[in-house]
């Protein structure tokens, strides 16, 4: 009997918390019955606290296997929304019982729990590795439907770590099997997930298509999850195309399915949406009321990317209703989780440039602040964010002064090399001093401005002083990026490593990069390419790292000298004339060049710039593009009018050359 003590326990945590809902839900009091039911047997520890050798299961309790089971099938099922991890506890339990069984389709679901459990818990190798497992099951026992949804599984994880070519072609297989012999509920599944696929795209016309073409047969089954899931997605289409009343009323039906279902992070991704939507249609007050719930729905799911986002909201929307106390507290949680990204970012960065070995970064956890008096809880953020901006300051001047005596010991070891290039050395001493010397100055007088902060605090003072330590680190980080990339192809270091590459992907590395910059500056940035399959045979003979520098670079001049409302194209296409080769390009709507700037851009010199919003170059970005074009077999060419934009190309083999470079 030495069990009891342990089920009165869980008893007692459950009935204490029988009062209020479990993410949406009321905690069925059936469970707790099932839980004490399978605790029958060996002495067992907490309930959820599963031993790992499983030995409670195959106690002496009074059940029977197909009973047993069923009962864990039941526990996966009900903590896959709620509980990740207790689902694939109770899960892997059972996997080894239905395959003693020779329950085959119960071992298939219970296998699907546990990938879809993986991917909500972002560990793509172990929902990657489940999803196979599932697979290879499913076409040993001619289960279609479960086929289907390995192949999904696969499609969603290869998506997530931005295969995007073999993400298609699971996509393409799945529907190809659900069309010819698929269920309607196997169909309809693979329409909502290519619809979220195309979503992620933004080919919101083919995802509106493939969503509405799912919701009515979820509907018919009363699915409520894919119900939600569909919903949100056309929500969060239709906000993409500006049709906010729309695009609100579909995030408000799709957040009553998801808090039926408890589903926290699809929750707060369909709330975040309405947020959006209200603020678009000025109703600001709804939109702040969206927001904090979708806050809180996120960090109950632990997905940052998401709470950053929606933080970045609130901020803004607090802002136009002049409520500027709730907003600074906001801005203080946002700049500390974009201050732990970009750390994170840069030593990582660092670590690859002079030890060839990535390091793993720990993620902070954003503990939540409890609600107490307005005053003592401004007073403590205040604190706070002094604090963290002091920390980050000492960092970021200790980041630049290590960089920078990087760079001179390497100089000072390559003398001799450079003592034939004086006019080269001459150029980047005057880029280091003219553009380094700014932001260095600025940072070492951040000591003392913030210790008169903390002895009389001004929050809209403070607000100037967190924006211009921002303007100074972006600033700075691309400063030094492309003084790195241009002193190590001035030192002969950089070397082309070309493989078969998706064009494709290089296209929408560089989109995504700078989205937010671009939004930031009120202009419109997009990719253009060739929709599948057409897509498929944009591959090219490149270095994949060489050619995303290429195109981060031109990307970021064109946002550079584009005003607000303009627009930037990253695009890429097969030359009609000359069949074999990829032709990139980089378009813009900005102010232009005369023929005369023309002509000095292929002049071997480097001239610093400033963008239209007065943003601070070396003129390295175009010298670096040249030398990397130079490397992978192409050359930089350019066409210009002052005041009708820039369009810069250039063009790559799509096969490997038989002389040449390798």
Known sequence: MAYFPAILQVLHQRLRGAGRRARGQWVPLGLLVELLVLSVGKSSPIIGAVPPDSTWLHSRAALPDTTRLRRLVQLSRYYGPLNPTRCIAFAQLGLPLARRLAQGETELGLLDNIAISYGRMGNPPQALRYCLRELNRARELHNLRYEID??????????????????????????????????????????NQLGNY???????????????????????????????????????????????????????????????????????????????????????????????????????????????????????????????????????????????????????????????????????????LQNRARIQALERDRDRVRLRWLAAAAGALLLVVALFAWLVRKLRRSGAALAASNKTKDQLMSIVGHDLRGPVAAFQHIAPILRHHAENPDPAEMRELAAEIEHGTTQLAGLLD????????????????????????????????????????????RADFPTPPHSDDLRVWADVALLNTILRNLTSNAIKFTPEGGTVTVAARRLPAAPTTIEFSVTDTGIGMSADVIAALYEPVVTPTHGTAGEVGTGLGLAVCRQFIALLGGKLQVESCEGAGTKFWFALPTEKPETGQS
Not at 158 to 166: D, F, G
Not at 503 to 523: E, I, S
Request: proline residues 2%.
């Open 198 to 368: 195309y979503l992620g795209l933004e080919r919101y016309t083919e995802c509106e298509r493939l969503m509405r073409a799912a919701l009515p047969v979820f509907e018919e089954l009363g699915l409520l999850y894919e119900q939600g899931d569909c919903l949100s997605s056309l929500a969060e289409a239709a906000l993409g195309e500006r049709r906010f009343a729309e695009a609100l009323a579909y995030g408000n039906r799709a957040a009553s399915l998801m808090r039926r279902k408890g589903d926290a992070y699809g929750l707060a991704w369909t709330l975040d949406v309405c947020s959006s939507a209200a603020a678009g249609m000025g109703n600001l007050t709804l939109a702040r009321q969206h927001g904090h719930e979708a806050l809180a729905q996120a960090r109950r799911a632990g997905i940052p990317g998401t709470e950053a986002d929606i933080l970045a909201s609130l901020v803004a929307t607090y802002a136009k209703q002049r409520a500027y106390p709730d907003a600074f507290r906001l801005q203080g949680l946002l700049m500390t989780l974009k201050d732990s990204l970009f750390t994170q970012e840069r030593a990582t960065e660092m670590a690859r440039l002079q030890t060839q070995y990535e390091t793993e970064a720990k993620r902070q956890q954003i503990k939540t």
């Open 150 to 191: 390995a192949l999904l599984g696969l499609a969603n994880v290869q998506s997530a770590e931005n295969n995007l070519t073999a993400a298609e072609e699971s996509f393409q297989e799945a529907l190809a099997l659900a069309e010819r012999a698929g269920p309607p509920r196997s169909l309809a599944r693979v329409r």
């Open 482 to 525: 492309n003084m790195l990339h241009w002193a190590r192809a001035q030192m002969g270091q950089v070397m082309s490593h070309p493989t078969d590459t998706a064009g494709t992907d290089a296209v929408l590395t560089a989109v995504r990069l700078y989205r937010t910059t671009a939004t930031v500056k009120h202009l419109t940035l």
